[in-house]
């Protein structure tokens, strides 16, 4: 199936802790997206890259690292894990105006 | 800079009866104009969007939207409710289309009632 995809679904881990978040997207897209929403379900964008390139940053924390290998993939990395972390995040892409397509998103929870 | 407003987080109507949820836009150029559905625990899914084409624009799932420039509102309608329309409704506005950021209002809950 055509779609993006991210991995895990779940996440649990401690504060302090390192994790990543891999996101993948088969449609063909030039441009990616990390989104979080938080425990209100407000959703608002981290980073996007356009062709590998970081074009968009959103005042997040240094400790949040996205890396495009390429265009069909951005993953997220965080260091040093906070309680306010816990969030789900979406992966996402684009091409052109015709619309940003979501992944199903990774909830992660920061005990 | 843009921005959407969300009127009404909870939304209540009954089966096969109209659904109205409301959504204003303020933006420095002409909007791209988006609607997405949450259903539990899933990810967005895209309604229907507004690119400067039609002022009516019609979706998935029976759901429409209009633009209308001078009350600067894209409220999305169906005509008649179903169980299966019960998620969280978010509307977002882009100034630059789908390739730029998407700027999302608070949501709004619909609930649909027997």
């Known amino acids: 199936d055509t779609a993006v995809s991210q991995t895990p679904k779940y996440l649990v881990t401690q504060m302090g802790n390192d994790k990543s978040i891999k996101c993948e997207q088969n449609?063909?897209?030039?441009?990616m997206y990390w989104y979080k929403q938080d425990s209100k379900k407000f959703l608002k964008i981290m980073f996007s890259y356009n062709n590998k390139e970081l074009i968009i940053n959103e005042t997040v924390p240094n400790r949040f690292s996205p890396k495009s290998p390429d265009k069909a993939h951005l993953n997220l990395h965080i260091n040093s894990l906070e309680l306010g972390d816990s969030a789900v995040y979406f992966c996402?892409?684009?091409?052109?105006?015709?619309?940003?397509?979501f992944g199903p998103g990774t909830r992660l929870t920061v005990t | 800079a843009q921005s959407v407003t969300q009127l009404g987080s909870h939304v209540s109507v009954s089966e096969g009866a109209l659904v109205l949820l409301r959504c204003n836009y303020s933006?420095?150029?002409?909007?791209?104009l988006f609607w997405y559905v949450q259903y539990p625990n899933q990810g967005l899914q895209l309604l229907l969007k507004y690119t400067s084409a039609a002022t009516l624009v019609k979706g998935i799932n029976g759901f429409e939207a209009e633009f209308k420039k001078s009350e600067t509102s894209f409220h999305l309608t169906k005509p008649s409710a179903h169980m299966s329309d019960a998620a969280e409704y978010f509307c977002a506005v882009s100034e630059t289309g789908g390739g730029n950021k998407l700027t999302f209002g608070t949501g709004t809950q619909l609930k649909v009632e027997l």
């Open positions: 449609l063909g897209h030039d441009t």
């Open positions: 933006s420095s150029v002409p909007p791209y």
């Open positions: 996402a892409s684009s091409q052109g105006t015709g619309g940003i397509d």
